[in-house]
Every structure is written in structure tokens, then in C-alpha cells.
């Protein structure tokens, strides 16, 4: 069993440095955030407009490091109200809680047809499944007229952040810090780069970044165009080091660019810097969610509907990388093996739906829902079944049931990162095992400390979680304590603050350099 990580007696405080490199190095700068998904989409009650917390990790991870910094966020609307506000040019001002700055939101405005080419045609439709592995590449992805013409959308809606990103930073005095996020703007580096010479531009990528044979599943123009506007940053980031090298290895691949030392990739007489900094959590914040009224109600149903001893949950959206189908086939496989579970274990699927806008998505949670009931009816004893489904998005409930997991699941095919494997151990009461897909991006850090498993193999998750559930409270517990020990201490802050200062020390030694 591996060593709990070791801690510092005099640990730093990052996210009082990142509030520090707000009131010194970054003062009087301007610092935009942008990505598609903004921190809050705004609704009216009563006559008056309302903001609401976004969903995702992306959100909730930046969320937490714009609240220390003085930015500005540029984001597509969501919400009628939102979309009311985008046509207006109206920012609006959020408080983002005691002692920190407001955050100011800029909503840009694509037309609904412009927004379905770029958000569900190729940024989910292409290039999530793309990036992800999970295509079906005897049939998809089909590059035909249709999808030329979503592409030309994408780099309109791109062009609009692009917009509103330059006049964000128009009559500011300082050199603009840029921080893009994630696979919806891969062409705003560029279109900034010309307008905005000056500007320290990062964008990060959230998602996995597949080897370069993946991408040859794009025609030489687009994949081009993408690897050539992303080298426009000063920065790029990715969650992990294997990603890095793969994008690393794509620019040598595809483009006439050089790779250097420590992860620097120079092109058309531009150098970029190309780094893993794997994206965590506010571990703070989220205990204190975790204690709070919604989630302790939501405990209160999920345990009164809880006819079980033993609790294997996962948390994903409805996605196929997420492979949940594969997820409720270890279930069947667990049940078929072993039938002294049968009434006493139970599997929670918190499983919001997820892009139902895309065909692929619908059909893949009609075969879940198909799948999940085939199970519950074959092993259904009295009242006890051994699938719950949870379809709505509701984090609150969520975290309730991390708090009660015996086993937390994390199968995916592919993931960026995956913040579910970091927000399980921190919240969970249950001294419970990580059982960790190891093509997910966590598992560089939390794979020590959890049983790995290859996400195609049902035979082999089934055994997993058998010996995660026989596993002595003593061996759980020590495997919980490893990660939380790590998590504290590789926060969201640590994250940002590590970005933050590798920009600004190249900053300075570029100012040397002249």
C-alpha cells in the first residue's frame, strides 16, 4: 500500500498568493477569462434578474481562481435572459463573495443557427468525440457539406469571442492577460494575435488531447488551422503531461515546428510554452457545501430510498465517454458472480443528461435507460432493485451521495481530468475506494492511491469493485487518507497560481531579453 504523499509543516497558501499576485503583479492589468459555459446564467424573478452558479467542472474550477483576480469573463449566453442581455451589449456585475472582487460578464451574441453549427455540429458533435476516442470510425465522423458549413459557424462564433475579448481590453491601460478555456475556442489565439500584439495569451484545454493519428480523422485544413491558432499563445495548458506531448507531438507532425526543451514549441517565428497543470478543486469551499442545507436534504432522500449494506456510486453526465453502459454491465457481471450482493448492494447513477440537442447523446441515454431496466428487472427482489437512476442535473444531490459511497466508479473512456475522483474523497463519510479508469487524467495523480482498472474490460471492473467492497476499513481508510492529503494540498488555487507565475516569469525574462 502506498505512503500518504508527505506534507510540509509550513505548506503555502495559494490561494492568498493568487489574491496577492491580483493586488500586485496583475494590478491595474486587464484579465479576461473566456469559454463558452460563463460562471452564472442569469434568470428574472419577480422583475428582477437573478444570477445562478453554472454547471461543470470548468466552471467551478475557474470560478473559484476569477473570484481572487480582477477579470472580466466573456461567455455565450444560456438563459433567454442571458441572450436578452448578449443582443443589449449589457456586462453585468456578480459579487463573487466576502473580500474578493466582482466579476464582470460579457455575454457574446451568435445567431441560433451560427450557436448550433459551432456548439453542437462541431464542437461536441466533432471534436469532443474526436478528442475523446469514442467515434465510431466506420461511420463518423462524416466531413461532408454540412459539417464544412458548422465549421464556418464555429469560426464565426469564434470570431465573436474574439471581438469581444479585444473590445473588453479597449481603453485599458496595461498588457492584457488573455486566459482562454477549452475545445469551443481552439481559433481565438489566432484571431487575437493580430489585433492584440501586445496581449499574454493562454489558452487551456480541459479535454483529453488524443495522439496525433487521431486527428487525421480532420481534414488537413481544420486540424491545421486548430494546431496553428493554438500556437499563437504564449501558454498553453493542458491537465495533464501526456497530454502535453501529444499536442507537442501534433505540431511536429502536422506543422513545420520545432520542439524544444521543457516544453517549448516555436512556430513561424513565435515560441509557446506547453505544460501539464492538472486542474483540481476548492477543497475549502466544497466541504463547506458539502455541509450545507441542500445537500444534507438530499442525503435525506437518497438513504430513505437506500435498501442496501453496500453503496457503489458514479457520477457522470450521460455522455459515451463517460462509458457508463459499460459501468451497468460490471453491475450485471458483479450480481451474476456473486449472488450474496443481490439486496444488498445497491449502484446510485447520478447521471444528468447531458447535450440532447446531438442525436448521439439521445440514443445513447435511450440504450442506458434500456439497459438499466433489463438489470433492475432481472435481479428485482420485493422493492429492492440494484440500479437507482438519478437523470437531473443537481449537484447537491450529487455530493450527497459522494458522501455515502462504499465505491466511487470512475470508468471513463477518456477524461481531461475528471474532478468527481477529487470531490469523492473529499466529502466522503464511508472510508470509501476509488475504483479509476486509467485512461482518465486523475489517474496521473490519484491512481497511487485507488484500484486501476482498463475501462473496456467489464470482467476486470466487476472484479475490481468486488475487491474494493472486501477491502479491510483499516486498508479504505488509509487509501482515503492518502488522497486527501493530496488534494489539499494540489488545490484549484495551487493550479491557477502555478499558471499564473510561469506567465509572469516569462513575462519579466522576456522584458530582459530586450
Not at 500500500?1 to 492568498?16: F, I, N, T, V
Request: aromatic share 8%; with cysteine; proline share 6%.
Amino acid at each position: 500500500m502506498p505512503e500518504p504523499p508527505a506534507q510540509s509543516g509550513c505548506a503555502m497558501d495559494y490561494e492568498r498568493a493568487l489574491q496577492e499576485l491580483g493586488r500586485t503583479r496583475l494590478s491595474g492589468r486587464p484579465v479576461i477569462v473566456a469559454s463558452n459555459r460563463g460562471p452564472v446564467e442569469f434568470h428574472e424573478r419577480e422583475g428582477l434578474i437573478v444570477p445562478h452558479r453554472g454547471q461543470g467542472g470548468l466552471v467551478t474550477a475557474v470560478s473559484a481562481v476569477a473570484a481572487r483576480l480582477p477579470a472580466t469573463w466573456v461567455s455565450a449566453p444560456l438563459s433567454a435572459v442571458d441572450q436578452r442581455l448578449a443582443l443589449a451589449g449589457t456586462p453585468m456585475t456578480v459579487p463573487s463573495g466576502s473580500g474578493h472582487a466582482p466579476l464582470q460578464v460579457r455575454f457574446v451574441a451568435p445567431e441560433a443557427a451560427e450557436f448550433r453549427g459551432y456548439y453542437d455540429h462541431i464542437a461536441n458533435a466533432l471534436l469532443w468525440f474526436l478528442q475523446h476516442g469514442v467515434h465510431h470510425a466506420p461511420e463518423s465522423p462524416d466531413i461532408d457539406l454540412s459539417t464544412w458549413g458548422s465549421w464556418h459557424a464555429y469560426r464565426q462564433v469564434n470570431q465573436r469571442f474574439a471581438d469581444a475579448i479585444i473590445a473588453a481590453c479597449q481603453g485599458k491601460a496595461g498588457r492584457p492577460l488573455i486566459l482562454l478555456h477549452d475545445y469551443h475556442l481552439y481559433l481565438v489565439p489566432g484571431m487575437l494575435r493580430a489585433a492584440l500584439p501586445a496581449a499574454t495569451i493562454q489558452h487551456f484545454t480541459h479535454i483529453a488531447w488524443p495522439h496525433p493519428d487521431q486527428w487525421r480523422q480532420l481534414p488537413a485544413e481544420m486540424r491545421h488551422n486548430l494546431i496553428r491558432s493554438l500556437l499563437c499563445c504564449d501558454h498553453l495548458g493542458f491537465n495533464t503531461r501526456r497530454y502535453a506531448e501529444a499536442f507537442t507531438a501534433a505540431c511536429t507532425t502536422f506543422l513545420d515546428a520545432e520542439a524544444g526543451p521543457d516544453g517549448w514549441v516555436r512556430y513561424a517565428g513565435h515560441r509557446t510554452r506547453v505544460r501539464g497543470y492538472p486542474v483540481s478543486i476548492d477543497v475549502g469551499n466544497l466541504e463547506r457545501f458539502a455541509r450545507s442545507e441542500p445537500v444534507r436534504l438530499a442525503e435525506q432522500r437518497l438513504l430513505g430510498d437506500a435498501d442496501s449494506r453496500w453503496r457503489i456510486v458514479q457520477v457522470a453526465r450521460t455522455d459515451p465517454s463517460k462509458n457508463v453502459l459499460r459501468s451497468f454491465k460490471a453491475i450485471d457481471a458483479l450480481l451474476a458472480e456473486r449472488p450474496e450482493l443481490r439486496g444488498q448492494l445497491v449502484f446510485w447513477g447520478l447521471l444528468p443528461t447531458s447535450r440532447q440537442t446531438c442525436e448521439k447523446y439521445q440514443e445513447y441515454l435511450h440504450r442506458l435507460k434500456r439497459l438499466a431496466a433489463s438489470i433492475n428487472h432481472r435481479y428485482r427482489q420485493g422493492s429492492w432493485r440494484p440500479i437507482r437512476l438519478y437523470l437531473e442535473n443537481d449537484y447537491g444531490r450529487g455530493i450527497a451521495a459522494m458522501k455515502h459511497y462504499d465505491v466511487l466508479l470512475v470508468n471513463s473512456l477518456a477524461d481531461g481530468m475528471n474532478l468527481v475522483a477529487k470531490e469523492g474523497p473529499i466529502v466522503n463519510q464511508r472510508a470509501g475506494v476509488l475504483v479509476l479508469s486509467e485512461t482518465a487524467g486523475v489517474t496521473e495523480e490519484l491512481g497511487p492511491y485507488s484500484l486501476v482498472i482498463n475501462p473496456y474490460d467489464v470482467d476486470a471492473t466487476a472484479q475490481a469493485l468486488w475487491r474494493a467492497l472486501c477491502l479491510p476499513l483499516a486498508r479504505r481508510q488509509a487509501l482515503q487518507d492518502s488522497q486527501r492529503a493530496y488534494l489539499t494540498d494540489h488545490d484549484v488555487f495551487r493550479w491557477a497560481h502555478e499558471q499564473l507565475m510561469d506567465i509572469l516569469d516569462h513575462e519579466a525574462q522576456s522584458i530582459l531579453a530586450v
